[in-house]
């Protein structure tokens, strides 16, 4: 690559000297000697082949051709001094873009509304989506390929650092057609014998395991069927009477907007009460986005 025609120094010399109509107070303007500015002025004249200036005893005059070298100058140093003060910003943590993943089934809104306090504070940060499953969230955030993620707190690597965000009601979806749809509350004993239906989205492997564990202690085993389907689908086998579902309870507006009446919701309890679901933010510590460590320290402060 060969070297440039002129530099940023040479730029600057050109338009004090336009500003301030001679050598001499472009040099006093810049702080600098005046032999200093007249050799700048020389050298890139003579590496540009063209007169920039015409001089004369009561100062300089820009040529036809200085006049739009000017101009440009103004440009180029106008664009390096936003670019400057850009990467001053992104540098301290107040320009630029955070990437986060979001667990399918986290409902819409609800991560926005939490950082809704520090969008409006930096203004300058982007927050750009993607969507996925808890475990491909967790490995891509350990690549480096997202800055956090909004997951549910379980079996998370030692070397994250967690924050808690909220904790959702486990609640399950039945045919309204169901012996057990129109009772208030249920037990895990009364869905032993159920078939339940685990979609990729629906925190797929917290309720599996949730279910293993309630159930754990009868002799039945757990019917699960397992598909790579997101809830909405999901729900769709449940209205069908293919099994029933566990949801958290923030998706139940969403199901009831959509599936009405066809679909029995209720509560699932045992002696320690509602099961639930709890979410967090994950981020790794070694994060070396500026805008990422500035929200890091947003989300300590508010903890939930």
């Known amino acids: 690559m060969k070297r440039p025609p002129f530099d940023l120094w040479q730029l600057l010399c050109v338009r004090a000297i336009a500003e301030q109509g001679s050598i001499h107070g472009a040099a006093r303007f810049l702080n600098t000697r005046q032999s200093a500015v007249s050799r700048c002025l020389h050298n890139l004249e003579e590496r540009l082949n063209i007169t920039l200036f015409s001089r004369s005893p009561a100062g300089v005059t ?3 051709f200085g006049r739009e070298f000017i101009g440009w100058s103004h440009m180029i140093l106008d664009n390096v001094a936003g670019m400057n003060a850009r990467a001053r910003r992104t540098g301290k943590g107040e320009s630029g873009e955070i990437s986060v993943g979001i667990q399918t089934c986290v409902v819409p809104g609800r991560f926005s509304d939490f950082t809704k306090k520090f969008r409006a504070e930096n203004s300058d940060i982007v927050f750009r989506y993607s969507e996925s499953t808890g475990k491909r969230l967790l490995r891509r955030l350990q690549r480096g390929h997202i800055d956090c993620a909004v997951v ?3 079996n998370l690597a030692p070397a994250l650092r967690v924050a808690p965000l909220w904790s959702d009601r486990i609640v399950a979806a039945l045919p309204v057609s169901h012996t057990l749809a129109a009772r208030p509350e249920l037990s895990w004993m009364d869905l032993r014998h159920e078939i339940f239906l ?5 925190a ?3 309720f599996e395991e949730l279910i293993r564990r309630k159930l754990g202690e009868t002799d039945i085993r757990p019917k699960i069927r397992r598909h790579d389907i997101g809830s909405n689908r999901v729900i769709a086998l449940v209205r069908s009477g293919e099994g029933i579902a566990l949801l958290p309870a923030s998706w139940l507006p969403l199901i009831h907007n959509q599936h009405g009446s066809e679909i029995g919701i209720t509560e699932v309890r ?4 509602s099961s639930h679901l709890e979410f967090g933010i994950v981020w790794r510590p070694d994060n070396e986005n500026p805008c990422a460590r500035s929200f890091a320290r947003y989300i300590e402060a508010h903890k939930a």
């Open 62 to 64: 820009p040529t036809a």
């Open 152 to 154: 549910t707190r379980r």
């Open 198 to 202: 685990i979609g990729r989205d629906n």
């Open 204 to 206: 797929g492997q917290d």
């Open 270 to 273: 045992d002696s320690g009460g």
